[in-house]
């Protein structure tokens, strides 16, 4: 089932603009992590968050563990930006480390 | 950063045929998942090893088998390759941060 949703499911933004990625949780979920899945299918790591906000650079990302989602925020979106978002919660009760993947969120940068 | 290799990074297998695809990482990491993932979806995990010697099913652990030889090697054995496991896999570690690192990820087409 959909454990975890992301939103939307594809998104296309002009180069400079800002926008916001959402994964919605219908599990207990205690830890989130996102990831970037560039064009070539590399998978990269942005952020790991307990419930709260971290930063880094343009990327700005929340997660509110009472209301059960997270959001990723782009500031000022680069041509590099450009690939497919995954978030995966890290779920009590669930062994550690297991992670529940969303089914992403195809981003393209518009010059 | 975490380094993780994955071999072979693409293969083609015959249906029914054995397929062995191999991860090492150099980090230390106690933990290392098998994951895959379907075109334009997101990653679903197989297999995961807490430690050396030690393998458990995961999400969807039907066909295939996991080996854990030493803590820096995690396999994932396909012993009747079948069409529907044409994917692309992931192997990724983690320590006690949680946060995981992903492999460049194995191509396998099954004919």
């Known amino acids: 089932g959909d454990q975890v949703k992301q939103s939307p499911s594809a998104l296309s933004l002009q180069e400079g603009t800002n926008s916001a990625l959402r994964c919605n949780f219908s599990?207990?979920?205690?830890?989130v992590q996102w990831f970037l899945q560039n064009p070539r299918g590399s998978l990269m790591n942005l952020f790991y968050?307990?419930?709260g906000t971290k930063e880094n650079g343009r990327l700005k990302s929340t997660f509110n563990s009472k209301e059960s989602y997270s959001t990723l925020h782009i500031r000022d979106a680069q041509l590099e930006d450009s690939g497919t978002y995954f978030c995966a919660a890290g779920v009590r009760g669930s062994a550690l480390g297991r992670l529940h993947f969303g089914a992403g969120t195809q981003l393209i940068v518009i010059p | 950063e975490a380094a993780v290799t994955q071999s072979p990074r693409s293969k083609v297998a015959v249906t029914g045929g054995k397929v062995t695809l191999s991860c090492h990482q150099t980090?230390?990491?106690?933990?290392m998942y098998w994951y895959r993932q379907d075109t334009g979806h997101g990653l679903r995990l197989i297999h995961y090893s807490y430690v050396a010697d030690s393998t458990e099913k995961g999400d969807i652990p039907d066909g295939y088998k996991a080996s854990r030889p030493s803590q820096e090697n995690f396999s994932l054995i396909l012993e009747l390759a079948s069409l529907s496991q044409t994917a692309v896999y992931f192997c990724?570690?983690?320590?006690?941060?949680?946060?995981?690192?992903f492999g460049p990820g194995t191509r396998l087409l099954v004919l």
């Open positions: 599990i207990a979920t205690t830890t």
């Open positions: 990724a570690s983690s320590g006690t941060e949680d946060t995981q690192y």
């Open positions: 968050l307990v419930p």
């Open positions: 980090n230390n990491h106690d933990y």
